[in-house]
């Protein structure tokens, strides 16, 4: 195959158009529009690849990268697994844009906004939020601050001086956690979750708010290390590095084990000697010195020596509930003291005594009382104010019965009243409780006895759900501590966020979009809440639009998506316009691709773009070799299906020439194909002859029937039983009977072996009788008559002849009618009118004529019954 340059380069000269020259400012131009086209395409690619919506971060692979480096051990408590988690949370929401919620405003936080994040809990809201937040909280504690700046406090009806309320220091709270900052603690400033870096810079490679530096903070619990992550959100994981240390006992040798785990246990037991002094410790591995209680009972006596229980061994003082009662040194007092050890000492009655107002003092036995002194008591009465009046007595003062004024302990009303009675007043309180709210209420309250508001806020928090079920507060409520459960759009993927987030909550489902595509390529993003994305695949459908077949390599647009504005009426909107979207199946677009073009017969090639490549002939011969394998193809270049292949194709002259090879011999058809290397095809024409019997039309194939292959014993068999139907012969042998073999050539074999009964009659037919065919054939062809029979001719032919003498008769009548009949008809006669007569015609029936021919019918069915009876 060869390629003709001068013709190569005259195609490609006249598929290139002529274009002007262009001067310097067209060029300018031009090289502008492409500079303004590719910064749009570059634009609108950034955008649609940082749209949240289309956002599909393979969080699992990240998280799981992470997380091989923090695999807890087995002595791992709660609290650090509970650590652990609360960080892959807060992680999964910052590799999201708009999973995390701001509780204050129950938004997103995207990746571009300002935030703060709390050093207690580590939530993170929006910078302005708790900017507001904190600002409002302050405001109000300040006016309420003011309110209560007045009382500086009073004296009650006692005249004591009750200092007002302790005043708390200005501060704010965080919404989620409830801890307090005071008010240098704002937040002012948006810094990164380590706090290294402030207004940190979105980069497409780091984690959102994050300054991409070392953490450094100190991990917790506190082992001396520092966080190694880069600056992330939420608590530090716990230590992830390795420390050589041995068991608690000490008894182990070291080994590299994670830090936090680094006080593990072995399985060895302590077996030191525990603070009883008789049994070892069984406890394992602890730190020395350490030991548990001694967990087993051994009998132990009590403080006094009275009583002896089984008790535990680390028990080993206590007391019975048993009254001492033995004697002081006195033999006259009893000890009253409950179980002790030890002497009981001497008597307290022998000790100095006063009288009972305690004046006076004297030394006397135990066994003297001391009586009153006589003076007047003057103890300070129950009242507080008031001497008790009596003189020295052994019982209790009696109730102050001086009548004084009283105020309640409002200090509103006064009464006159004994000094042991309290004055309380019906008043109720008005004072406003801590909530700012709601009164006192309480009956005669002088102010300290204010207690805190115990009714429930009830407004409606900022879900628009649930209402704040914290006690009455000042202040703006607390965000809605309830979580609602959202599923993505298949189902598959739930999510548990903030009451009130549910409809702009954003669920990351990592399996793939149920919703039947638009267009004909295979669904490739993940589940989606809104409409599904346009397709960015490629087209890959063949180009129609040129007719060339190539795959379409342009960007998919069977499904593309414009604005329809349909005009409404004017009362149903004020605008006017309805936006409205629909979507359309664009044209494939020009194929641009480089095509080689071959002349319409393989002999030339050269390059054409897609949408101008016209193959012609090249006007050379086309030279195929033809089928037959002798000839070639004498046209001049032509279309054909494939342009390597030198062989004949459709389109190729074909041989005229017929086949002239031999046909097998007995073939008598021509081969039906042209001009062909050897062999000829089988004969496959069918011959349409009858079986040997001549009953049967078989039809069999020419090549099944004149076979060349095997044998002259083996062709002979095919070809008898190609021409026998294979049912019973239907020729007769020489005695009239069937031949018993199947169909056959020539004669029937063995007609002698025929034992076939025959039946045999009488002359008149009456009698019969079966023998074999054998004996047929010796002779033996009919039996004689009997007497009956011969009696039976005889009525029969003189019944006959009556009946043919009758028969003659008639018919002479009936001749001698028709004679007169036409001599009527055709002599001259009077003319007049004719006369028409119904004649009836009266035949007679002959009923014995009748019965004759019935008893001949009658005598033939019996013949034939009892025929058919013997042959059964």
């Not at 190569?8 to 006249?14: A, P, V």
């Not at 979750?193 to 207004?199: D, L, R, S, V």
């Amino acid at each position: 195959m060869s390629i003709s340059p001068a013709k190569n380069e005259k195609m490609k000269s006249n598929s290139k158009p002529n274009k002007p020259k262009l001067n310097g400012v067209n060029r300018f131009e031009e090289i502008h529009a492409k500079n303004i086209a590719a910064a749009k395409k570059l634009v609108e690619k950034y955008s649609s690849s940082s749209d949240e919506d289309d956002e599909e971060i393979n969080e699992n692979k990240i998280l799981d990268t992470l997380y091989k480096h923090y695999k807890l051990g087995t002595g791992s408590t709660d609290i650090t697994t509970a650590l652990q988690q609360k960080t892959a949370t807060f992680l999964e929401n910052a590799l999201h844009s708009g999973s995390a919620t701001c509780v204050i405003c129950i938004g997103s936080v995207r990746r571009s906004d300002s935030i703060w994040t709390c050093k207690h809990c580590f939530c993170f809201f929006h910078l302005n939020c708790i900017r507001r937040w904190a600002n409002d909280s302050i405001a109000q504690m300040k006016a309420k601050c003011e309110q209560t700046s007045i009382d500086q406090g009073y004296y009650n009806h006692l005249g004591q001086f009750v200092p007002p309320k302790r005043k708390r220091p200005l501060h704010w709270s965080c919404p989620q956690c409830r801890k307090d900052y005071t008010i240098e603690e704002r937040p002012t400033t948006y810094e990164c979750f380590c706090g290294k870096e402030a207004n940190p810079r979105p980069a497409p490679f780091l984690l959102p708010h994050s300054c991409g530096e070392i953490c450094g903070k100190s991990l917790k619990p506190a082992c001396g290390h520092t966080c190694m992550l880069l600056c992330h959100p939420g608590p530090c994981p716990p230590c992830s590095q390795y420390a050589n240390t041995s068991c608690l006992c000490g008894q182990s040798e070291k080994r590299s084990i994670r830090c936090i785990d680094k006080e593990w246990k072995c399985d060895r037991k302590c077996n030191q000697l525990l603070t009883c002094g008789q049994h070892k410790c069984k406890a394992s591995c602890h730190k020395p010195n350490q030991c548990p209680p001694c967990t087993n009972t051994s009998l132990q006596p009590c403080e006094c020596g009275n009583e002896t229980i089984k008790r535990n061994c680390s028990e080993l003082r206590w007391n019975c509930k048993k009254v001492c009662g033995l004697k002081f040194s006195c033999s006259t007092h009893t000890c009253k003291r409950v179980c002790h050890s030890g002497p009981c000492g001497d008597c307290p009655l022998s000790l100095p005594r006063s009288c009972p107002c305690g004046k006076t003092q004297k030394v006397v036995p135990c066994t003297e009382v001391i009586d009153p002194c006589g003076d007047t008591c003057q103890k300070l009465l129950s009242c507080g104010v008031h001497t008790c009046s009596q003189r020295c007595h052994r019982d209790e003062c009696n109730l102050c019965l001086i009548i004084t004024k009283k105020k309640c302990r409002c200090g509103i009303h006064e009464k006159e009243l004994p000094c042991w009675k309290s004055f309380i007043c019906e008043t109720k309180c008005k004072r406003m409780r801590d909530c700012g709210k709601h009164t006192c209420n309480k009956k005669c309250c002088d102010g300290r006895m204010c207690q805190p508001c115990d009714k429930v806020c009830g407004k409606p928090l900022t879900c628009q759900k649930h209402k704040c079920q914290s006690v009455c507060h000042e202040g703006p409520c607390y965000p809605c501590n309830q979580q609602s459960q959202v599923n993505c759009r298949c189902g598959k993927t739930s999510k548990r966020v903030p009451c009130g987030r549910e409809r702009t909550a954003r669920v990351m489902c990592m399996e793939l979009c149920r919703i039947p595509s638009k267009c004909h390529h295979p669904i490739k993003h993940r589940c989606h809440k809104s409409e599904c994305p346009p397709c960015n695949q490629k087209c890959g459908l063949p180009n129609n639009t040129t007719g060339c077949q190539h795959i379409c390599e342009a960007k998919c647009h069977v499904a593309v998506k414009f604005n329809e504005q349909t005009k409404t009426n004017g009362s149903a909107s004020v605008w006017g316009q309805n936006k409205k979207f629909e979507f359309k199946t664009l044209p494939h677009p020009a194929c641009e691709q480089p095509v080689t073009v071959t002349c319409i017969g393989g002999h030339e090639i050269a390059e054409w773009p897609c949408w101008n490549s016209k193959p012609t002939s090249c006007q050379r011969k086309c030279n195929r070799s033809l089928r037959c394998g002798n000839h070639k193809c004498v046209l001049v270049c032509h279309s054909v299906p494939d342009l390597k292949d030198m062989k004949e194709q459709i389109g190729c002259a074909s041989c005229q020439e017929g086949c002239i090879i031999q046909r097998p011999p007995g073939c008598e058809h021509a081969c039906s194909r042209p001009c062909h290397p050897p062999p000829c095809n089988p004969c496959d024409k069918m011959i349409k002859t009858k079986c040997y019997c001549g009953l049967t039309q078989l039809i069999y194939k020419c090549s099944e029937y004149y076979k060349v292959e095997g044998t002259e014993e083996e062709i002979a068999m095919t070809q008898a039983r190609l021409k026998s139907c294979g049912n019973r012969c239907l020729k007769t042998f020489p005695c009239g009977h069937r031949c018993h073999t199947t169909c056959h050539p020539g004669k029937c074999p063995n007609p002698e072996m025929c034992r076939k009964k025959v039946r045999i009659f009488c002359e008149c037919k009456r009698i019969k009788v079966e023998v074999s065919c054998d004996k047929h054939r010796a002779g033996q062809t009919t039996i004689p008559c009997d007497v009956f029979c011969i009696e039976t001719q005889k009525k029969l032919a003189e019944q006959l002849r009556r009946e043919q003498e009758k028969l003659r008769q008639q018919e002479e009548a009936k001749n001698r009618a028709e004679v007169e009949q036409f001599e009527k008809k055709f002599n001259k006669r009077k003319y007049k009118e004719r006369k028409v007569l119904n004649e009836k015609a009266s035949r007679q029936i002959n009923w014995k004529l009748f019965g004759i021919y019935g008893g001949i019918i009658l005598a033939i069915v019996i013949a034939i019954a009892v025929a058919f009876y013997a042959d059964s």
